[in-house]
């Protein structure tokens, strides 16, 4: 599988941070859930817990 950086940009106007792997941007995310929605949807994340500060 390719590896691919993943960005999560400072909080915008809305307080979204936008989203992006590799070149592909994924959306905004407003919250943790958001976050690993969006990581999970592109094959980037596992379901492993954000909030365990454990990394794949």
């Not at 976050?35 to 990394?55: D, H, I, T, Y």
Request: hydrophobic share 35%; net charge positive; proline share 5%.
């Amino acid at each position: 599988m390719a590896e691919h950086r993943v960005i999560v940009f400072p909080p915008g106007e809305g307080g979204g941070r936008r989203i992006q792997v590799g070149s592909q941007t994924l959306g905004t995310a407003y919250s943790l859930h958001d976050l690993s929605v969006f990581l999970e949807r592109a094959g980037a994340w596992r379901g492993q817990n954000l909030l365990s500060g454990k990394c794949p």
